[in-house]
């Protein structure tokens, strides 16, 4: 029996996964769930532990996981989502955070132009490193914070080449390196390096600012980006955007050796809306289909994909789609459609 791991989190989490949970249990697969509703910030606040070692014993020893969002107002220190969502991406170091965007209903698009409003595209975040990797704080005289991005050879060859391997018509390979000198370069190497493998895949380099231009301009453009941690953090935003919206956006955070996977919506958690009932299950149900292809059952997946589609199209949406379903109806309108 399969088994998975479930952290709803906080805020819209816990409210959006019980539709991807009630989801994937309609589909009656026999899938097991180990919900570990305690870790949130109330428990953080008041132990101050933001993940123990226990509950990583038990995360890891399923099968995958399905993760709402953790964030609260009333925790302003990065040590919470850092012990809880960073650490799991970089404990069990799933490096590939795989961010498909792919344009939920023509009328979803921000986008004025017809033409260019069909974005299908991946965005493949180099999850174990970057700016995340490590953090120095010093004082000296002048307060000074310096935040260490931080790119091997390893894991930029391995992330390229992962992204190579999802893409169909081009891959495009973010970074700044005309401005950031060292990270820049090694990128810049193990990049051509890699593209010359691939020669019948269409390769291309955009520096990070104009990378987000034109996915405005025209994102049908893109196939497959491969970035950096940060840089992906933003393009993935922004293209959930041109997609439909990022209460609908979902991702895959796997690790292509293990095949060990974490799956969770693009989107945080949302306390603006928190308890509204509102919230948006599309994306923790689209992140559930995208863990389902994961464990095996491809055709499930996809007949949920499906079911999001239809039930979008026959305008199922909640409020940040313009509908004004709550969060719960939404979900029945999906699992109608399965
Ligand atoms: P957010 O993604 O939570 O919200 C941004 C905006 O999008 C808000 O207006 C929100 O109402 C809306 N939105 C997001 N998801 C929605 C949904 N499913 N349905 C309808 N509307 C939705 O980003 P934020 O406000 O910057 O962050 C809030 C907290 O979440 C912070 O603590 C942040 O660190 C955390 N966060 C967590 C994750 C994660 O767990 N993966 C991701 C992003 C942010
Ligand atoms: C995401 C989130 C996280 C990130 C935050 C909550 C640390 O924004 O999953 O995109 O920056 O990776
Ligand atoms: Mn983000």
């Known amino acids: 029996m399969t088994r998975l791991a479930v952290v709803p989190g906080d805020g819209i989490g816990p409210e959006v996964i019980a539709q991807a949970l009630e989801t994937v249990t309609a ?30 014993t038990r995360i890891a ?45 023509d009328d979803l698009s921000p986008l004025r132009d017809r033409a260019n409003r069909g974005i299908d595209c991946v965005i493949v975040r180099e999850n174990t490193e970057g700016l995340y990797g490590g953090s120095l704080h010093r004082m000296s005289g002048a307060e000074v914070a310096i935040d260490i991005e931080v790119s091997t050879a390893r894991g930029v060859r391995r992330i390229v080449e992962h992204a190579f391997s999802l893409a169909r018509r081009g891959m495009c390979m973010v970074d700044k390196s005309n401005a ?23 390769t291309y380099h955009l520096f990070a600012d104009v990378a987000a231009m034109r996915l405005v301009a025209d994102p049908t ?73 994961h464990l095996g059952y491809g055709s499930e997946a996809k007949a949920v994909r499906s079911a999001v589609d239809r039930a979008v199209a026959a305008g199922h949406r909640t409020p940040d789609l313009g509908g004004s379903l709550t969060t719960q109806q ?8 399965l």
Not at 79 to 95: E, I, K, T
Not at 330 to 337: C, H, I, T
């Open 27 to 56: 589909l009656r697969i026999g899938i097991e769930f180990d919900v570990l509703d305690h870790i949130n910030a109330g428990t953080f606040l008041r132990t101050g532990v933001a993940l123990s070692e226990e509950d990583f």
């Open 221 to 293: 453009e893109f196939d497959v980006i491969v970035t950096n941690n940060s840089f992906d953090d933003i393009l993935s935003d922004l293209a959930a955007q041109i997609a439909g919206g990022l209460g609908t956006a979902a991702s895959a955070n796997v690790n292509p050796d293990t095949g060990f996977c974490l799956c969770e919506p693009v989107h945080g958690s949302a306390p603006d809306i928190t308890g509204t009932g509102t919230a948006n299950p599309v994306g923790a149900i689209l992140s559930a289909a995208l863990l389902l292809e």
């Open 61 to 105: 020893g399923c099968d995958a996981v399905l993760l709402g969002a953790v964030g609260d107002p009333r925790v302003i220190t990065p040590a919470y989502a850092r012990g809880v969502l960073l650490s799991l991406r970089s404990r069990l170091d799933l490096y590939a955070n795989v961010r498909p965007a792919r344009l939920l209903h």
């Open 180 to 202: 950031v000198p060292s990270g820049g370069a090694l990128w810049q190497r193990i990049w051509r390096e890699t593209a010359a493998d691939h020669p019948n895949v269409a």
């Open 330 to 337: 939404a979900g029945s309108a999906v699992r109608a459609e």
